[in-house]
């Protein structure tokens, strides 16, 4: 008779156990395929460097991501990936399983956002689009910018980081806070990318500091006269020649850029005679003291190879075009015709 009741224990025991194990499979493949909601929706979370699995796990679970934080630790053990969580911004969706969402943890891309930088701008105005786009904030740029030991660090030998900002579409982590460490980031970013884009025109590395100079000044010059890819080299000729025979170099946006944020748009006669103004090159003989704006590579291209030519002056002829003469006769002919309408 014990033996009999023994055999019975046993048996309920084992049922137990099978009826454990199912429901315990049940739940594992429920929670593993089932997803939080029917119609899911889009969840941007942040994971902060050095991150433990459980704190990300317990990040999903807040955000719906996940309904239980010990069963996808045990999806992760089993998959041996519990250590394997990466930094950044991911896109999950409430309506995906815990598998998809574990699979996008550890082997997903982080979200890039975009950062536009249009050629021509001075670094005070790069800042500001950098600030209006949230990767930083102007002030802490204009820090970066001026940091002695920011432009040893990048090899820039010049007072800022004028000239080096380089103009394009990045692709960039948005900053969860936006701290000194952001501002300069971003500002390594742009001048990594300005060694990147011009490595073909210097092989040897950056030539010396005032050849470097005289390069990147002409080129803004060049890409604030013109955007008309033909004419890039034919100005960047003029300003070389003007500069090689010790003529003055006239040029209005470097009284402009001298002036700084309170230019108002419009020059006056006091602007052209302003002596203290040392961008001023229809007072101050030579190239301004630096760039005056973040050139594109073509306008770079066309200083470091300028068109060889006898023109020293050019207007614009008011479509986008200018209109280049040898001599100060034939530029205020051209002047009358395309600037005063024929009048003299």
Not at 234 to 253: H, K, N
Request: with cysteine; proline share 6%.
């Amino acid at each position: 008779m014990r033996k009999k009741i023994l055999l019975y224990a046993a048996a309920a025991a084992g049922v137990l156990l099978v009826a454990a194990s199912i429901g315990v499979w049940y739940a594992v493949h429920s929670f593993m395929t089932t997803a939080p909601e029917a119609q899911g929706q889009e969840v941007h979370i942040r994971i902060r460097p050095g991150s433990t699995f459980d704190r990300v796990a317990w990040q999903l679970k807040k955000a719906g991501v996940i309904t239980d934080v010990d069963r996808f630790r045990l999806l992760a053990r089993y998959r041996k990936q519990l250590g394997a969580v990466r930094a950044g911004e991911f896109v999950f969706s409430t309506g995906w399983t815990p598998d998809r969402v574990l699979e996008v943890l550890v082997s997903g891309i982080p979200v890039q956002h975009r950062l536009q930088l249009r050629e021509g701008l001075t670094w005070w105005e790069t800042a500001q689009a950098i600030e209006e786009q949230g990767f930083a904030r102007a002030e802490e740029l204009k820090a970066v910018f001026h940091d002695p030991e920011f432009l040893k660090e990048h090899g820039i030998p010049f007072e800022n980081a004028e000239g080096f900002l380089f103009p394009e579409t990045y692709l960039m982590d948005m900053p969860e806070d936006l701290t000194p460490a952001a501002a300069r980031n971003v500002a390594s970013r742009l001048v990594r990318m300005f060694r990147s884009k011009t490595a073909a025109l210097w092989p040897q590395g950056l030539p010396e500091p005032e050849e470097l100079r005289r390069v990147l000044t002409i080129a803004t010059l060049v890409e604030k006269e013109t955007s008309v890819p033909e004419e890039r080299a034919r100005v960047a000729g003029v300003y070389t020649r003007r500069l090689e025979i010790g003529m003055l170099m006239q040029a209005d946006p470097t009284i402009i850029y001298g002036i700084g944020p309170a230019f108002d748009g419009n020059i006056t006669r006091v602007h052209l005679r302003d002596a203290e103004n040392p961008y001023n090159t229809y007072v101050h003989r030579g190239l301004p003291p630096g760039p005056i704006c973040s050139p594109g590579l073509e306008a770079i291209r066309a200083a470091v190879n300028p068109e060889r030519h006898v023109y020293l002056y050019f207007v614009s002829r008011k479509d986008g075009t200018h209109h280049f003469s040898k001599t100060l006769e034939e530029h205020n002919a051209a002047v009358r015709k395309y600037q005063l309408g024929g009048r003299r």
